[in-house]
């Protein structure tokens, strides 16, 4: 039989696509983590436009640079919270490096996996019923472009001083969001290596559940992030000195709920106990079949509730804050292997 006769199956690389998969996913937690910085040094305002093309460089020279810093000084962010001192080019240059390697990481990460799948799909290697899913993939990595320019605008020509949290809230859960669908689909295709025969996992009830409530703390977690939250009390476990904060409830509880940072950091706070069982839960599910997952759930959820707290007591340390949203995404992948070992689980039995 020819090559260009065999059969699918014969020409499918199953593990050669699920190797792929998984250098994308370490490179989404590598901006996950970049983006973190970002955020704390709030660098996210001093690029204040959007070439796709010409951004991938910097500014070569003096006068290029200090036309971007006449852009960035327009900002409300530089207006209101710059100080009476203002800000030097050198500082400016570090928080422009900051964002432009954020944005250049992001460029990085499309050609990481657009080429290779690419050169996949006219190889004819991705397995059947697998292009839908690696497609819509792809695209989400280009919306995910679209969203932090969508994002960073709110912050330009406005009167913010920072981003939207609720555009950052977006921009952030989407990419974990692909995180996680890298990391299952690697999981399917891994499986379907070892077994030709394998089916895809389904997403069980329970996994849903867990997911969703993981979902609410990092959601808030962003609200935190976005509003500088984190700065509403450095004590642990009160809140300067109070159980229950003093909520500002002038305009509403659904806007105390959506903007207030007392308010917010409680629930964080709290509800992160919520996840805990939650997680528990599913990592003792898996543990027997998938003693790997079980492990690597318990791990990432068990650091990442001391970097939290490490991250009050240390009144929002930068290095501390962002190790606590890395392990927020290594906990969203470990999460997302569990699901999917919970998935495979569910259909052995069936």
């Known amino acids: 039989m020819t090559r260009d006769k065999a059969p699918q199956a014969a020409l499918a690389r199953p593990q050669a696509l699920?190797?792929?998969?998984?250098?994308v996913a370490a490179m989404v937690v590598v901006i996950v983590m970049v983006g973190g910085i970002t955020r704390l040094t709030e660098s996210g305002l001093s690029i204040t436009q959007w070439d796709l093309v010409t951004g991938i460089l910097p500014p070569l020279t003096e006068s290029a640079w200090q036309a971007e810093f006449d852009l960035y000084r327009q900002t409300a962010e530089y207006r209101f919270e710059s100080g009476p001192a203002g800000m030097d080019l050198?500082?400016?240059?570090?928080?422009?490096?900051?964002?432009?390697f954020h944005r250049n990481l992001g460029r990085l990460i499309g050609l990481a996996y657009a080429l290779p799948l690419a050169w996949f799909w006219v190889k004819g290697a991705i397995p059947r019923g697998y292009k839908l899913r690696l497609f819509a993939m792809l695209a989400l990595i280009g919306g995910q472009g679209a969203l932090g320019w969508y994002m960073v605008s709110s912050g330009v020509g406005t009167d913010l001083t920072d981003v939207s949290h609720f555009r950052l809230?977006?921009?952030?859960?989407?990419?974990?969001?692909?995180?996680?669908g890298l990391v299952w689909t690697a999981r399917d295709l891994r499986a379907l290596a070892q077994d030709p025969a394998a089916q895809?996992?389904?997403?069980?009830?329970?996994?849903?559940?867990?997911?969703?409530?993981?979902?609410v703390q990092l959601l808030l977690g962003a609200w935190v992030a976005g509003l500088n939250a984190?700065?509403?009390?450095?004590?642990?476990?009160?809140?300067?000195?109070?159980?229950?904060?003093?909520p500002d409830l002038s305009r509403g509880w659904l806007w105390a709920l959506t903007h207030d940072p007392f308010l917010l950091q409680f629930l964080h706070r709290w509800w992160a106990w919520v996840v805990v069982a939650a997680l528990v839960w599913l990592a003792r599910r898996v543990r027997k079949f998938d003693r790997a997952a079980s492990v690597a759930i318990h791990s990432a959820f068990g650091v990442m509730v001391l970097l939290g707290i490490a991250?009050?007591?240390?009144?929002?340390?930068?290095?501390?804050?962002?190790?606590?949203?890395?392990?927020g995404a290594l906990l969203v992948?470990?999460?997302?292997?569990?699901?999917?070992?919970d998935g495979m689980r569910k259909g052995s039995a069936t």
């Open 230 to 246: 984190g700065h509403a009390a450095y004590d642990w476990p009160l809140m300067n000195g109070r159980f229950l904060p003093q």
């Open 90 to 100: 050198a500082a400016f240059k570090f928080i422009f490096f900051w964002e432009w």
């Open 311 to 327: 991250t009050v007591l240390t009144e929002v340390s930068l290095w501390v804050a962002v190790a606590h949203q890395l392990t």
């Open 333 to 341: 992948a470990s999460l997302a292997w569990g699901m999917h070992a």
């Open 18 to 23: 699920a190797n792929w998969l998984y250098v």
């Open 169 to 180: 809230s977006a921009h952030l859960l989407t990419a974990l969001f692909l995180l996680g």
């Open 200 to 215: 895809p996992a389904r997403l069980t009830g329970p996994a849903l559940v867990v997911a969703v409530v993981l979902f």
